[in-house]
């Protein structure tokens, strides 16, 4: 259990990577960290109630049954505040792609995120493709179309054109 959720851990913060232009909390990847944090600490009990079981210590299983309890109370809170905060994480990561949208312009390295988290989600704006209509990106070049990125893999000869909805 150790070992998978340390390979958990350290996947989100490598995913956190390619998004954090997204994430102006840098303390988004806190979440990870306590995840490895948490696996190190499951080794380490793990190896007290080995211990305790190959030695039938008494107070050795009692002390990793009450480390395990508070483990288990520990977790129920987690996702208890994690149920709670969703909307607001939400709310946070909409309102900040939202921004990064406006500053689009096609070159700048805000702009190559965009087109990467639209590809690999396989997604269009930040709810869908009208939410261009309103950057400054969408006003300036005036051809009423998307970046090439909200295209279809499966399209061929994609505009982007907001005419032919059919293709992003």
């Known amino acids: ?57 008494r107070v050795g299983l009692g002390l990793f049954l009450a480390i395990i309890l508070v483990i288990f109370i520990a977790e129920v809170s987690a996702f208890v505040l994690g149920f709670v905060y969703r909307e607001k994480r939400k709310t946070d990561v909409q309102g900040t792609m939202r921004s990064v949208f406006e500053k689009y312009d096609g070159k700048n390295p805000e702009s190559t995120v965009v087109d990467y988290l639209q590809e690999q989600l396989h997604c269009c704006g930040v709810k869908n493709y009208s939410d261009w209509t309103t950057t400054q990106w969408f006003n300036s070049t005036g051809n009423n179309s998307v970046p090439l990125s909200c295209c279809r893999r499966d399209t061929k000869n994609c505009t982007g054109r907001l005419d032919q909805p059919q293709e992003l």
């Open 1 to 57: 259990a150790a070992a998978g959720l340390s390979y958990v851990g350290a996947y989100v913060i490598n995913t956190y990577k390619s998004y954090d232009n997204f994430l102006q909390d840098k303390y988004a990847v806190l979440p990870a960290v306590i995840i490895i944090c948490v696996a190190v600490v499951m080794f380490i009990i793990g190896l007290i109630g080995c211990c305790a079981t190959f030695r039938e210590s």
